[in-house]
């Protein structure tokens, strides 16, 4: 009854005309990012930070989530229908679902991917509703030894999960650390690591550093490229026949359950529960060979996991403080721009926001498949717009939005040169979403290392003393020795890849 309530109050808060609107206006963009490719999510969310500023909390959320779980739609449109996959997530639909759409199966295609990720979503919803509450109430009990130990073991989870090489994660998170720790020292009024910048004195705003990283950078990455030709194939039905239908069944619901739980991993869950959803089904179909060929099932299992994968990562941030992915980091960034701290006081301090939020993730996944199956023609149509014309105007509102939040210029500069290192690092095979994790997360570790130390005395014997803090300490270390066997190793490299 409790769990009726609570989603009856966040129903409330998610009809809210404003609300409403936001939600809208968040998966139509979420949609609108995921078929154009080259701006993603990430920077797309970046680059509102500075808007959600003046909107109210939980407005400026559902918004902020709703681009999200629209991206991960709006990638397969493209996916299917012109064999480019708008975001990372929807490669695994290109495999069957641009051969579908040769064989004049691009529309039954469509409306499983459709129907597969209103029902992922659906059902990964209700899972952070029923295990929300418990994760937040467990996660009460910590202090600042298990706080600090639950924040390194993401940190390890991000680096055994980052692509490519494990020692450049781990120097990307220490970077990360280092330029969360510039400002001024919480317990004494002395400036590190400004290098005499007085406007630094308050620290690295994370609107900088996420614009740099994921907008700037992946505008200097396209500008690359040879804009590609965008041909659409014919549709010729809408609707799937009731053989496809019954063959979606199983695959749909086999990847909401495996991107469910791939969801809450630190790094790339929705990444990872695509390929190993598309993996899984190969492996269980009768006929394997109709794979890569236009199987339904290779396009129902990605998109229902990697739209589950995708919700549920909001369960770390939002119960234990957490964020998963730099996704999640933007989240995180949003949520302290309006005062708020990411964690389980979100569940009991603000619990209107926290249900209205979960509450919108219906409303946005049931609009998301109103509104994108009769746009489809509109979205390839957006496709062919060329790229020399969207990259000034993504240039010009990113330092607008920047600069707007503390008037500052130096952000907008740090912004540049940030986006120039982070091109820097791609160039050199270095991820972004571990500096991101490490930037986030870095300030809280010391804080809670700091608070941990005061009330042991100094004594560092704590962290392995209580049960919880040693067991995550334990986890970490696992996780860190099974990266130098071998077999771990070629395994993560194989499921890391990126075809």
Not at 198 to 207: H, K, N, S, T
Not at 224 to 247: D, G, S, Y
Request: hydrophobic fraction near 55%.
């Amino acid at each position: 009854m409790e769990l009726l309530s609570n989603i009856a109050m966040g129903l409330q808060v998610a009809v809210l005309p404003q609300n409403l609107l936001f939600c809208f206006v968040g998966v139509l963009l979420g949609t609108l990012i995921g078929v154009l490719p080259g701006i993603g999510a990430v920077a797309t969310m970046a680059m509102l930070l500075p808007i959600t500023f003046h909107l109210p909390p939980a407005t400026s959320l559902i918004m902020l989530a709703g681009i999200y779980y629209g991206a991960q739609y709006g990638g397969s449109t493209t996916a299917i229908l012109v064999n480019l996959p708008g975001e990372a997530n929807s490669v695994a639909t290109t495999l069957d679902g641009y051969a579908m759409a040769q064989n004049g199966r691009g529309g039954a295609a469509l409306a499983i991917a459709a129907i597969g990720s209103f029902v992922a979503g659906t059902v990964a919803t209700l899972l952070i509703s029923v295990f929300g509450p418990g994760m937040a109430a467990l996660a009460l009990q910590f202090g600042p030894v298990e706080y600090f130990s639950l924040m390194l073991l993401g940190l390890v989870c991000s680096m055994v999960l980052a692509n490519g090489s494990l020692s450049k994660a781990v120097v990307m998170i220490v970077f990360g650390m280092f330029l969360g720790l510039a400002g001024t020292d919480a317990n004494s009024p002395m400036p590190r690591l400004t290098f005499g910048v007085m406007e630094l004195a308050d620290g690295i705003d994370f609107v900088a550093i996420a614009v740099g990283l994921f907008g700037l950078t992946e505008i200097m990455l396209n500008l690359e490229h040879k804009p590609r030709e965008v041909q659409a194939v014919p549709m010729h039905e809408l609707l799937p026949t009731k053989e496809e239908l019954k063959e979606s069944i199983g695959p749909i619901l086999r990847g909401t359950l495996l991107g469910s739980v791939l969801g809450v991993l630190p790094g790339g869950g929705a990444l990872l529960a695509s390929f190993g959803a598309y993996a899984l089904e190969k492996k269980l179909s009768r006929t394997p060979e109709r794979f890569g060929k236009g199987a339904i099932a290779g396009v129902a299992a990605p998109e229902s996991a990697n739209n589950a994968g995708a919700q549920t990562s909001f369960i770390p941030l939002l119960t234990l403080g957490v964020p998963s992915n730099a996704i999640m980091a933007v989240m995180a960034g949003a949520m302290t721009i309006q005062g708020i701290v990411p964690g389980p006081q979100v569940m009991t301090e603000h619990a209107t926001l926290f249900w209205g939020m979960i509450a919108s993730m219906w409303v946005g996944n049931l609009m998301l498949v109103v509104l994108n199956l009769p746009l489809v023609g509109l979205w390839v149509k957006l496709l062919q717009v060329p790229y020399r014309l969207l990259y000034p105007a993504i240039v010009f509102f990113c330092a607008i939005g920047i600069y707007s939040i503390n008037n500052r210029a130096l952000d907008v500069y740090l912004a540049v040169g940030i986006g120039l290192l982070g091109y820097l690092m791609v160039k050199l095979g270095f991820e972004a979403t571990p500096l991101v994790l490490g930037f986030i997360l870095g300030p809280m570790m010391e804080e809670n290392f700091k608070r941990a130390m005061l009330l042991s005395g100094g004594d560092a014997q704590t962290f392995v003393e209580r049960p919880i803090s040693a067991g995550l300490l334990v986890a970490a270390a696992l996780m860190l020795a099974a990266m130098a066997l071998p077999g771990v190793k070629r395994t993560r490299a194989e499921a890391l890849k990126e075809d």
